[in-house]
């Protein structure tokens, strides 16, 4: 079974006729198990042509009086199947991401609604040297330790490694690997994910990583050369 690909669009593109010829990349590939992740207003734009789509980001509230905020139901509703929790851009810039009880209600809000979720952790610093172990620990287990028996995708993304040109280590991806298993104790379905400047160039040896069942991939989703590379993977 090849690798799950998940393409985070991040705020682009810029135009619904942008999206289109975006789209008409993916269009071309039969390759299986991919989903992207586009900005909310192109969700169903991008569900006419892609089984499987995702959100961003979702509310921990379920309706109401939350100016900007989608919900859970929402985004199934314009056939969301996953949605991203936590990504490091909204835990930097939104207080909302950052904290266990609300990704714990976001991931609530998740299954209520059929959404897989898709947790990302990873080390905060932009300094690689300043990794350290027990900051995923503490971002991960405090969630975890709420559910038992749901289906999860834990993608391991470290700050210095996104949008950097330089991916993690294998030895560090498995040290994560290694972390995250442990924390989950197989109490849940857990698959990991790595994110982190993966493009056509390093997809093959990440792809050799033990424990690794796919890949949420940013900027590459966007470039049609690397794109055009990365699905025949
Ligand atoms: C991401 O946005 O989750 C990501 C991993 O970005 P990039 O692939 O550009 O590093």
């Known amino acids: 079974m090849s ?3 998940m393409f985070n669009w991040k705020m682009n593109p810029n135009s619904y006729n942008d999206t289109e010829k975006l789209l008409s990349i993916y269009k071309k590939t039969s390759r299986k198990n991919i989903v992207i992740f586009p900005p909310s207003v192109f969700l169903q734009q991008a569900k006419e042509s892609c ?3 995702g959100i961003q980001n979702i509310s921990s509230y379920d309706s109401g009086a939350y100016t900007s905020q989608i919900s859970a139901k929402m985004a199934a509703s314009c056939g969301a199947k996953y949605c991203i929790i936590a990504h490091s851009e909204c835990r930097e810039t939104f207080r909302d991401s950052n904290t266990s009880s609300t990704i714990i ?3 609530e809000e998740a299954y209520k609604n059929n959404l897989i979720p898709v ?3 990873g080390y905060t610093s932009s300094n690689i ?3 350290d172990d027990n ?4 971002q991960l287990k405090p969630v975890l330790d709420n559910f038992t028996n749901k289906q999860i995708y834990i993608a391991y993304e470290p700050i210095w490694a996104i949008g950097s040109g330089k991916p993690a280590g294998i030895d560090d991806i498995e040290n994560a690997v290694k972390i995250i298993k442990q924390i989950n104790n197989d109490r ?3 698959s990991v994910l790595y994110g982190g400047s993966v493009k056509s160039d390093n997809i093959e040896e990440l792809s050799k990583i033990n424990g690794i069942e796919g890949f949420l991939i940013g900027g590459a989703s966007l470039i049609e050369k690397e794109l055009t590379s990365l699905l025949q993977n």
């Open 129 to 131: 040297d300043q990794s």
């Open 105 to 107: 209600k976001k991931i």
């Open 51 to 53: 089984d499987q789509i």
């Open 119 to 121: 947790l990302c952790i």
């Open 3 to 5: 690798k799950i690909l």
């Open 188 to 190: 849940n379905k857990v």
């Open 135 to 138: 900051v995923i620990i503490e």
